[in-house]
């Protein structure tokens, strides 16, 4: 006798909510196949039941707008959100977890800012929240850290986790488009939101680092305490000065462990062009994770799109299915301490830098000046010709610290060298 | 009250052994806050209990070269085996897994060549059998594809699953060795063993694929039928035209659907150098899978080594100890069906052609004609100026079936038009 079907109440019938219907249906023998049973769509939420959709509701599916009759129907096994938002969903997945469901979702910063209540009340009542989908899109990497480097003492992580800025910054740098029209292409489509803010401002990057931090390290590191820094208005000088240097700027999120704290950023930052990170093109997402016994491990994937991220969430939904012990956070705590947060001002890098400077005798000599002044070394210098605003001065420092470059870019201001602001990003 | 230690019989203590219980021992901590439990190493099988050993016993652990000793104690809750072979430990793991113990193992020849009865025995009893070891060292692509892509509808596998041999060709390519330089410093590095066959002619990389090919077809494609060409006496000339073309060759193994039955090889490859997979240098491992919702998943990592290996036997470790419900095979049956499969010379493919022909008027004609009756079209040709055993003659194919371009190729031997054997590999 074959098992029951698992009962789901899907939560947004979107993008992806209609990719998970398409893919649950096109392979539902295989489904059979890997764990024995059925999963069927019992009830769909959407905002109006009455819109027209572009995929049809699964066979003996209803369509409601009232979360309760998800949360609170006693033949509902297992709730999927894929609403977006962070009040809704919040409310919604605390409701289902009292009624004693298990919970799928993509939520990324409902989970990064107000992820841990939800984690503690689902181990309270031994029910699963996972949330394969919310990072990295079809990347596998909670699933991998949570498992499979689980024997690891991870030492960094390095992610491009936003689809967006990476397609911006791969168009601006292979099609020489500026940021403006880069955006706009985007938009035209369909990898940006009308809205772009949360993607070209590193915010949805930031959420995902604060996902990774805690299955990595099993720590809090507070999304209000990550120093973020968006694409917005990069300039393609600087994409080109880059690859004369032979780099390629990516939005990097990061975090690594020093003498015992947690340094983490997100911010546009110069890859070597020999790095498999440098290749991640398009809005292809990757993570490079190194550990104390893997060594490096690099995953690279689609981030985002209908198909792949139901992918991850079809994962999610054949492990409840299969009946695997809930293990929602990868360590025993199911409530992760607070981490111990290196200042971001003290986090240690190379800097690529530019500045426009007036094309006068001794300019470079002075910027080295004021470098010199905080400890910093050029290692690498361009000087171009004038143009109107002044001349491109780039450079490549040594190892320096974030506030070293800020001081040493505040004296270069104060001596009147720079016609306009500098600019600094972080070499990876 | 802390949970009782996981028990470990560990047989082998070579470089993978030694690993394993130096991470264990470094990573101790990290491991209670995992699972809540320790994983003590209590008995050490050896060869020689005499020989001195680079890495301490563990505290508490006992040596024996009597492998009875493992399995039949009843205080061992599960076997690691990293002996290699086949014999030696298909006897072992069958008497664990008799005795109630689970097992982890690193070893893809008997799981490929005599694995079927091992997983039937491990579902009758309950047990888990692991694996992750077996294939690509630390990439975590066995739990990938049994859990995370358990949703999808696997379209192709390819991967570059031996690192020796990838090393070989890295140097080769790279700094302009031939083969027998290039084996030679393999082996004095330790990428290579004093007698290379399995990993140069292919076999290994053959085990690996038949694994993968069941985790993600629920298949048996027997390792008997497997065609398998190896990297040995690969001549330099091949990989400098074939850069001229743009591309790299990787030993390759790769598998696809067509129509309904599975296409499988494991042969010398020209990859795209805009594919992430001509990236991969050394001795890494990398794959690529393709499936109906992830889209392109790409990961890429250490394909061997002491630490590596041990990583990925301690995400099976710590998942025996947190107690995870038995899913070997990632499939309901636990014994695969045979796979239908692709007759090998039915499968289609570009080809990347070198022959050596006299400097004669005309030859280039015969050679295309010799193609051409055999419904081959040749897409680009290089010709270069003579040398002593005849003037290289290069060309890239569209499709063709493996049939035709040997029929095509004997066609031009019969013709008396080449001065040595044909050189013929496929195209990515």
Redesign the interface.
């Known amino acids: 006798m074959p098992a029951k079907p698992l009962r789901v109440a899907l939560a947004g019938f979107g993008t992806v909510g209609g ?1 998970l219907v398409r ?1 649950l249906q ?2 539902q023998e ?7 049973r059925d999963i069927e769509v019992r009830k769909v939420l959407v905002r109006d039941v009455h819109k027209p959709r572009a995929v049809a509701l699964p066979e003996g599916a209803v369509l409601t707008s009232n979360p309760d009759e998800l949360a609170d129907d006693p033949d509902i096994d297992v709730l999927v959100e894929l609403m977006g938002g962070i009040d809704a969903p919040h409310a919604l997945i605390t409701r289902a977890l009292e009624r004693g469901k298990h919970v799928v979702t993509a939520n990324k910063a409902l989970l990064a800012e107000n992820g841990i209540g939800l984690f503690q009340m689902a181990a309270e009542k031994g029910l699963s929240l996972r949330y ?1 989908a919310s990072v990295a899109g ?3 990497i909670v ?2 850290l949570k ?7 991870i030492e960094s992580l390095v992610g491009i986790l936003n689809g967006t800025s990476n397609y911006i910054l791969s168009a601006m740098s292979s099609e020489g488009l500026d940021f403006d029209t880069a955006l706009k292409q985007a938009q035209e489509l369909g990898y940006a939101e009308a809205d772009p803010t949360l993607d070209i401002d590193g915010h949805d990057a930031a959420h995902k680092l604060v996902l990774l931090i805690r299955l990595a390290y ?1 720590q809090e590191y507070p999304y209000t305490a990550m120093p973020i820094r968006g694409i917005r208005g990069m300039n393609r000088m600087d994409i080109e000065f880059a690859r004369e240097f032979g780099y390629r700027i990516k939005l990097i999120a990061q975090a690594h462990v020093e003498d015992g704290r947690l340094a983490a950023r997100v911010c546009p930052t110069l890859v070597h062009h020999t790095y ?1 990170l440098a ?1 991640v093109g398009g809005s292809f997402n990757a993570v490079r994770v190194e ?12 981030g985002a ?1 209908d ?2 991220t ?3 969430v ?2 999610d ?3 409840v299915a ?4 809930p ?1 929602n956070t ?4 199911q409530t992760p301490e607070r981490a111990a947060i290196l200042p971001p001002e003290e986090v240690r890098s190379r800097y690529y830098v530019r500045v426009m400077v007036h094309d006068t005798p001794g300019v470079l000599r002075d910027i080295a000046a004021a470098m010199a002044d905080e400890g910093i070394s050029m290692a690498q210098v361009i000087q171009k010709t004038g143009e109107r605003e002044g001349v491109p001065l780039v450079f490549m420092t040594h190892e320096a610290s974030a506030r070293a470059m800020r001081n040493a870019l505040s004296r270069a201001v104060k001596a009147g060298l720079l016609t306009t602001p500098a600019v600094a990003y972080p070499v990876l």
């Open positions: 990719g893919v096109e392979n295989l489904i059979r196949q890997r764990i024995g394969e079809a990347i596998p699933e991998t498992k499979s480097l689980a024997g690891n003492r099993g498999l290749r550990g104390n016994a893997v060594g490096s491990l690099f995953l690279h994937g689609r799109g198909l792949p139901a992918s991850a079809m994962g939904l054949l492990a299969r009946g695997e012990r293990d990868g360590f025993v705590a």
